[in-house]
């Protein structure tokens, strides 16, 4: 959108397109340092009126340009850092530009750019948000679609793969050891889809014929032996396949589909038409380098970029303000296919832990911002676990308000109206509701309004009456531009359970019995709902299933938790059960104070349930998890990192002594007998369980579970038992902890993936000398802060994940964070700025560590630094 002003772009703002593109050739010759770029743009004015053509072009050195064959002069354009300028056009014309671009110096990673090194590595592009600019000059905007036709020239020993969107459309040799292959997409799509590889890989290939008849090539590309590693990628695909076929309708539509892992990329993945390009660390996998959770991931991130050629590329966004159209969409039907594929509650209960840590509290500091943001200056900087996972529990929402069978037919609406468009979240909704004549249109509220809603809901048993009330009362906290906030629908699943643990039919007001189960539209800043002809119940259990992405408030003390804990049969609520009645005991722990009942009556009910048979081994390592570090602080004013840490570390040994020595070991031998390092849910299930309780007896028996965490480490038949025993000692600071840790780093040396698990570790490991520790390791040689992947895994796991470390009184930690962001800056804006993000809560501080945070970030943002780190700085200051 070139209507930004100072920078900043503004929904409000939005005007169409003065020109389309129909189609687009472009040819590339390409080289390391030098790649010569021919684009041919079928240009079609879009009103009457003569308007300039304004193209966006970034980095690109210009060496021809022509209008229908014709040489421009220099006066005939306008030319600058980041436009192309041509004020007279026919209505109907075609531009050739020829640039030269050199993708060896492009350490951004955005555009085209090369991965690995000069000599052995491959070019590739990464164009969403605004890379396309950076390739040659296009209008960089997600509303104009054009047909592609992209012909590649190389030198054949030294790129043997190339690869772009679409269908191959044929391929030869040239003079001088080149040759060429051309592509062609027929699906008319926006430039930041567009896609080329090249280089040597290696491949695995498999059939796939879709249900509507097209026989389709699935090809995975890596590098040497990690191609090894893509058979389990590969199976997830042909599963997300059919899934998509069976659950959405939805077949894939080109005669090959690409995926390229890469092991230099700013974020997971990347959804290109029919080329996916992929983080290598979510597509590998194999049991000696891979560990369950790894497994998962690949999974659900294969998933999620296939489901995008429907839902993002099919039908696209007008602009990056309707960035969750396509991620808050993709994201729930990455959930739902991946609780299809394993345990539906366990995979709630991830996606709301994900949510709490990570949404929930970028929704309640600096950084806010709503589903649908109105402003940007970076759009790079949006790709937030708002747009992303809050985005999804709106679609989810939704999803539910119409129910399965008008959900589904809402989608096949939206397709039908909008394929080969580029959409926005209002037309959306119009599709969807259009299926049973539902409005949807209050859900646009949750669409512009930033900030978790609080749900405050209280419970009366009225025995005259025989009528359970509940009161209800909602109100959204002010965020940064939005100090006034209105009430949003919020859609209340609920029970009542009697003293038995059963829900209890449920009439309200008027309306007929209905089952043990409702949901309640509640939508104004109050109401009073009121269950009829009930016995006493013995307690609600609301928000089930999490039915809305808000902090509630059900004022339970802990003998009602408890019960909810052990009877509770929807499983996430029981769950829920569990941490609020940890957040409970933390609050106490924190208070100081000397007895804390709900500390107690925690592990208690644990210790009732831990031996318990029928309970799902994976769902039981979760109940005796309690709520993560950085969950838990947010509920601490001001932050003392430190407190909040010994807080929770109390709960963990309450918990392990009250469970005891003898259980916890005799449970871990237990499971460990049943250990072959399978696969299969059951499987992973129960090794959950097994590190759980390896954790938890190395608390009470710290020797001799110690010996047993080595030894399982050194015998470790696959990578969840090793990264779980390796992990376990390093938490409990054993003696074996660093012998194991050299012994992984021998292991994994050559391999970048593994080794960011070693570099994960320490990280992490809470001890008073990990800044020094992490200090150390960025000169480590396999380190680097031009790879995003080790930025995260040492940098950004050492500031978002580490909280008593990197809040070390000194303020130690953040002069590293300080001067690392400043380097990485110069490197890679993207990466700098999303590191920057781990300093958002300055704020919530105790004074003394607020006033160094607060100092590191000044010095910042007194800096010259990149757009994208510079529009952190300013909103985290305020
Ligand atoms: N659309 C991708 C995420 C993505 C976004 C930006 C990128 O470069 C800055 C790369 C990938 C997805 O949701 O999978
Ligand atoms: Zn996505």
Redo the contacts with the bound molecule.
């Keep these: 959108m070139s209507s930004a002003q100072n920078g900043v772009v503004r929904l409000a703002d939005y005007v169409a397109p003065a020109w389309r593109v129909d189609e687009v050739e472009l040819e590339f010759d390409l080289g390391i340092s030098v790649t010569q770029v021919r684009a041919r743009l079928h240009l079609r004015r879009s009103g009457v009126t003569p308007q300039a053509l304004v193209l966006d072009g970034a980095g690109l050195q210009l060496q021809a340009i022509r209008v229908d064959g014709r040489e421009l002069a220099d006066t005939q354009y306008t030319l600058d850092e980041t436009s192309l300028r041509i004020e007279q056009l026919p209505a109907v014309c075609v531009l050739e530009t020829l640039a030269l671009i050199d993708p060896a110096a492009n350490s951004a990673l955005?555009g085209l750019y090369l991965s690995g090194s000069a000599e052995h590595g491959f070019l590739l592009t990464?164009c969403?948000?605004e890379?396309f600019r950076r390739i040659t000059w296009y209008p960089d905007r997600p509303d104009v679609l054009a047909k592609f036709h992209v012909l590649l020239r190389a030198d054949r020993q030294r790129f043997p793969v190339l690869l772009a969107n679409g269908n191959p459309a044929g391929s030869g040799e040239l003079e001088d050891g080149r040759h060429w292959v051309a592509w062609v997409d027929p699906h008319p799509k926006p430039c930041y889809l567009f896609a080329l590889v090249a280089g040597r890989l290696e491949k695995i290939e498999q059939e796939y014929r879709t249900a509507d008849g097209r026989a389709v090539m699935l090809r995975i590309f890596a590098e040497g032996d990690a191609i090894a590693r893509c058979g389990y990628a590969m199976d997830a695909l042909v599963r997300a396949m059919r899934w998509d076929e069976q659950q959405y309708g939805c077949n894939y539509d080109l005669d090959v589909f690409h995926i390229v892992a890469t092991h230099d990329?700013?974020?997971?993945?990347?959804?290109n038409k029919g080329l996916n390009i992929f983080n290598a660390k979510y597509l590998l996998a194999d049991p000696q380098h891979s560990s369950d959770d790894d497994y998962a991931h690949v999974e659900a991130i294969v998933a999620?970029?296939y489901f995008?050629n429907w839902t993002?590329n099919r039908v696209t966004c007008r602009d990056w303000f309707q960035l969750s159209l396509k991620?808050g969409l993709?994201v729930y039907r990455e959930q739902q296919f991946s609780a299809d594929m394993n345990s539906a509650t366990l995979k709630r209960i991830e996606d709301v832990q994900i949510l709490r840590r990570s949404q929930f509290i970028e929704d309640a500091g600096p950084l806010a911002h709503p589903v649908r943001p109105e402003q940007y200056s970076a759009i790079?900087n949006f790709?937030t676990a708002t747009v992303?996972d809050k985005g999804a529990e709106l679609v989810r929402m939704i999803a539910g308000r119409l129910g399965a069978a008008a959900w589904r037919r809402g989608m096949d609406e939206y397709f039908l109206r909008h394929d080969g468009e580029a959409a926005t979240v209002e037309q959306f909704l119009a599709a969807l509701g259009s299926a049973d004549g539902s409005d949807l249109s209050p859900y646009l509220r949750w669409y512009a309004q930033a900030g978790t809603p609080q749900l405050q809901a209280r419970g009366e048993y009225d025995a005259a009456q025989r009528c359970y009330r509940l009161d209800l009362q909602q109100h959204t906290p002010a965020t940064p531009g939005q100090p006034h906030k209105q009430a949003l629908p919020i859609p209340l699943r609920l029970a009542l359970l009697g003293d038995d643990g059963k829900a209890l039919p449920l009439r309200l007001h008027d309306s007929a019995d209905a089952p043990g189960e409702r949901v309640l539209e509640f939508d104004s800043d109050r109401a009073r709902f009121e269950f009829q002809d009930i016995d006493a119940p013995r307690v609600a259990s609301l928000l089930r299933g999490f039915s809305a992405p808000v902090r509630l408030d059900a004022g339970l003390g802990a003998a009602d938790l408890a019960f909810l804990l052990r009877f509770e049969s929807d499983g996430f609520n029981r769950w829920e059960a569990a941490q609020q009645l940890a957040r409970l005991a933390f609050a106490g722990c924190l208070a100081g104070a000397p007895v804390v009942p709900e500390l107690g009556t925690w592990c208690d009910t644990l210790a009732e349930l831990f031996p318990q048979a029928a309970l799902d081994p994976a769902l039981l390592a979760e109940l005796l998890t309690p709520p993560e570090l950085n969950d838990l602080a947010q509920s601490c004013d001001p932050l003392d990192p430190a407190a909040a840490h010994t807080a929770r570390e109390a709960l963990e040994q309450a918990l392990a002594q009250r469970l005891g020595a003898n259980a916890l070991r005799a449970r871990h031998a237990q499971l460990l007998q049943a250990e072959r390092g399978d696969l299969d849910g059951a499987a992973r299930a129960r090794r959950r369980l097994l590190n759980r309780c390896l954790r938890l007896w190395l608390r009470v028996e710290p020797i001799a579970a110690a010996a047993m965490a080595a030894q399982r480490y050194a015998e470790a038949p696959a990578m969840t038992e090793r990264l779980a025993c390796l992990a376990a000692l390093l938490a409990a600071g054993a003696e074996q902890a660093q012998p194991a840790l050299d012994d992984f780093a021998c292991r994994y040396d050559a391999d970048p993936v593994t080794l960011d698990k070693w570099f994960v570790l320490q990280a992490q490991a809470p001890r008073s000398d990990t800044v020094e520790r992490v200090a150390a390791l960025m000169a480590h040689p396999r380190f680097s802060l031009r790879n995003p992947n080790r930025v995260s895994a040492l940098l950004q796991n050492f500031a978002v994940r580490n909280l008593p470390a990197f809040h070390r009184p000194d303020g130690a930690g953040y002069v590293l964070i300080e001067q690392a962001l400043a380097q990485i800056d110069a490197l890679n804006p993207?990466t700098a700025a999303r590191l920057a993000t781990a300093l958002k809560d300055w704020a919530r501080l105790e004074p003394a560590r607020r006033r160094l945070l607060q100092a590191s970030l000044q010095r910042l943002v007194r800096r010259d630094s990149s757009q994208d780190l510079a529009d952190i700085l300013r909103r985290t200051l305020g």
Excluded at 265 to 271: L, S, T, V
């Design positions: 955005s990464q969403e948000a890379g990329f700013n974020m997971g993945a990347m959804e999620h970029e995008h993002g991620e993709t790079d790709y992303y993207t």
